[in-house]
């Protein structure tokens, strides 16, 4: 067999491959052999057909079935005999198929690339730290109190924090459009959930009164049908309920899974909650910095095999989201939308392979066990849940993927220059604009 290979790009490679012809020939012989056992003919008893008759008949598709096996171990072949590492299946080009010929055919194909660094030696990192503290606490009981605070029925005007049930009405241009009425609307005031004309339209309203608000939606508004129109808004008032939040006593304690229903255990397991939320996060925060530093001035080309297979999985977690909504799934989606981020997230992954292959990291057993019982610990049977995860490989599998990455995040922190400062817990937990790195950046392009 001879293999020749022209660099066509960066990452592209075009081989030619030329096998002998007894190879070839070997093969069809064989095939026709055996299809002369099992084929059936009219007016031949099956394994008595002549074989001028099978050669008539099947030359062809043997020819055919021969190659595809030929082409296919030879690629794999040169592939391994060259030390490449293809990024995806090839482009095949037959150049000759004929019996008595030397076959040749011609790879298209793209390698991984090189990674031009899989280190962050001497970037800044920036790293906040913080620790939970006892007005965090507080704080939190007085949410949880919030989310059960029920409301009774009483006969006074509306005002902030009530909860006011309505009819409503909207018109725009003297037409009721679409979302513009409603019976029997529960809304807070003073939560912002309605446009601010409207909410002070019905603050100081009475039960049993009728209302006319007029206002003007904003042009950002995200209904385009009346964004920016003024709209006049016809509403009943059916009842005006004054907040009542619970006091914490036992019964509220015990709600929440506390069994003995004290106050300490209650405050030592919200500590425990947002302790791990805030290990989970601090993760999540280092996890991205490290990303980005080692994205900084990192580019490069990206096979694009591995692109299509990341729009793919793209689009069928959004066809997948669809269905569970009950929504329609099978409408064409357009691929450009998902290029830019699939090629950023398949950069990523080669990097940070970049990164494991360089440090030859390998997944902790006793880290991979402590992630998956921290996993387990929210259920209600952790040792099952532990089990479950262990009898199957591919299951944990995800799991060691996991911590290889964090293990791999671990050590190009050690190579930054990492600036630590202290914030407060709340300040530290307080939602972020999503960065442009991608949320997955471990496995898929290994």
Known sequence: MDVSIETTGAIGRRMTVKVPAEQLDGAVAVRLKRLARTAKIPGFRPGKIPMKVIESRFADQALAEAADEIISASYMEAINGESLEAAGPPAIEPKNLARGQDLEFIANFEV????????IRDLPIERQQCEVVDADIDRTIETLREQRTT???????AENGDRVVIDF???????VFEGGEAKDYPVVLGKGALLPEFESGITGARSGENLTVQLTFPEEYPGEQVAGKAAEFMISVKEVGAPKVPEIDEEFIRAFGVEDGSEASFRQEIRTSLERERDQRARAQIRQAVLEALMQDNEFEVPSALVDEEINRAIMAVRQQLQQQGLPHDAPIDRANYLDESHRRVQLGLAMHGVVKRLEIKPDPDKVRERVVEMGSSYSDPDQFVRWYFEEKSRLAQIESVIVEEQAIEALIEEAKVNETAVSFEEFMRPQAPAKVAEDASGDSE
Do not use: L, N
């Not at 991984?112 to 280190?119: I, L, S």
């Not at 409301?151 to 006074?156: D, I, L, P, R, S």
């Not at 009405?169 to 037409?175: M, P, S, T």
């Open 112 to 119: 991984f690339p090189e990674v031009p660094r899989t280190d």
């Open 151 to 157: 409301f009774e029925t009483v006969e006074k005007t």
């Open 169 to 175: 009405e909207g018109r725009v241009d003297g037409e």
